[in-house]
């Protein structure tokens, strides 16, 4: 199965600056990845598929780039209420397998 | 408003069994597949299994085959994990989630039922 891998595990960035966040894969794919965020006490909440479509009702300040083994998900001005972890999920490859979060703080 | 609750989770022993259910509303059920994933704690999140629309087909984890079973009710619009031979291991934060589009990706999440494996 393919592992993914998040990077960095907590990332502190200030309100209003950008956040950059990343996901390799141990192997090759196209475009079959998912970014969820998932707040304290909340479920998951799907935010990018196909690598960089957005999800329905998701701001613009998120999106997501990347193919092959090297993806990445991107907050251009970061608001208090996107702290959370972010996780990624290759759905290329069965059975679909998750990064191991990334934790966005405020700095 | 898509909503999922999932219930029945709780504490059981090695070798026990339990059945968790996901009542599914605001979203038409039996046009979409179904999926179970867990986290355990301190881990990254792992698929259990998936069953399609109309429930004939069936996928599960390796880790869980043989031992878990997954069904869905449509009249009820209701997903079921049925979890025997329970293990240390199979303590987690078990979630469905509604599929986006034919297998995958998982759109919508319930807020999880915890399950806990231990004497």
């Known amino acids: 199965e393919i592992v993914m891998t998040q990077s960095p595990a907590t990332l502190s960035v200030s309100p209003g600056e950008r956040a950059t966040l990343f996901c390799r894969a141990s192997?090759?794919?196209?475009?079959?990845l998912a970014w969820y965020q998932q707040k304290p006490g909340q479920p998951p909440r799907l935010l990018i598929y196909?690598?960089?479509t957005r999800a329905t009702v998701i701001p613009a300040r998120f999106s997501g780039s990347g193919s092959g083994t090297e993806f990445t998900l991107t907050i251009s001005s970061l608001e208090s209420e996107d702290i959370a972890v972010y996780f990624c999920?290759?759905?290329?490859?069965?059975?679909?397998?998750f990064g191991q979060g990334t934790k966005v703080e405020i700095k | 408003e898509v909503q999922l609750v999932e219930s029945g989770g709780g504490l059981v022993q090695p070798g026990g069994s339990l059945r968790l259910s996901c009542a599914a509303s605001?979203?038409?059920?039996?046009?979409?597949?179904m999926t179970w994933v867990r986290q355990a704690p301190g881990k990254r999140l792992e698929w259990v299994s998936s069953?399609?629309?109309?429930?004939?087909?069936?996928f599960y984890a390796d880790s869980v085959k043989g031992r878990f079973t997954i069904s869905r009710d449509n009249s009820k619009n209701t997903l079921y994990l049925q979890m025997n031979s329970l293990r240390g291991e199979d303590t987690a934060i078990y979630y469905c989630?509604?599929?986006?589009?034919?297998?995958?990706?998982?759109?919508?999440w319930g807020q999880g039922t915890p399950l806990t494996v231990s004497s």
């Open positions: 989630a509604k599929v986006f589009q034919l297998w995958v990706p998982f759109d919508y």
């Open positions: 605001g979203f038409t059920f039996t046009n979409y597949a």
């Open positions: 069953i399609s629309g109309s429930g004939a087909n069936t």
């Open positions: 192997q090759s794919f196209s475009s079959n």
């Open positions: 196909g690598a960089s």
């Open positions: 999920m290759q759905y290329d490859n069965w059975p679909p397998t």
